[in-house]
Structures are given as C-alpha cells and as structure tokens.
C-alpha cells in the first residue's frame, strides 16, 4: 500500500523551475522528517533535501541554494520547489516519510530537463 502520494514532475528546460508536492497521512507526516530522494538512471537512490516537523532543513550540495522543501503542517504537504533546473537533475524524484520505524515511499515521479 502506497501512503505517500507525489504530484508534479514533467519536462522543462534547462534553467526553468518546477514545483512538486507530496501527501502524507497524519500517522508519517506529523511529528516526523519528510524527505526527498532522486534516482538517476543507473544510479543509486539518494537523499537530495530533508525537513524536521519543526522546520530544520538538509540539502545536499548539489542543490543547494537552487531547491527548497517547505512543508505545510496543516495540509500534510510536503513540497519541493526546484529552481534553475540543469540536465543532471533528471531522475525519478520519491517523497519518504516514517511511519514508526517502517520506510514509506511513494511512487516517484519523473522530472527531465532537456533542451
């Protein structure tokens, strides 16, 4: 059973912006780290940003200064805005979230940029 429920992704262009969002029951969100992933074609799975439920963020290097993941509380949101997308950043992006000590993922979506 899938709990986590991304939306968003697409194809842009080197340099535009894109805005995903993610869904978490009240049992994964509240209370707890959400965090985005990305798998890159022949690649391994890896943590690109994470935020505490008080605010506290992480971001890799690579996206630093170009990505944020404000979440919203009230909603059960947890949102990633990518600023100055470049070719490298194409993967299969996937929200994670605990629910105790269980992993929760959801389906991934797909972000391309290409010219």
């Known amino acids: 059973q899938v709990l986590l429920v991304e939306s968003g992704g697409g194809l842009v262009q080197p340099g535009e912006s894109l805005r995903l969002s993610c869904t978490a029951p009240?049992?994964?969100?509240?209370?707890?780290?959400m965090a985005w992933y990305r798998q890159a074609p022949g690649k391994q799975r890896e943590l690109v940003a994470k935020i505490s439920s008080t605010g506290i963020t992480y971001y890799d290097g690579s996206v630093t200064g170009r990505f944020t993941i404000p979440r919203d509380n009230s909603k059960k949101t947890l949102y990633r805005h990518m600023n100055e997308l470049k070719p490298e950043d194409t993967a299969v992006y996937y929200c994670?979230?605990?629910?105790?000590?269980?992993?929760?993922w959801g389906r991934g979506t797909q972000v391309t940029v290409s010219s």
């Open positions: 994670h979230g605990l629910r105790g000590m269980q992993d929760c």
């Open positions: 009240e049992e994964i969100f509240s209370r707890n780290v």
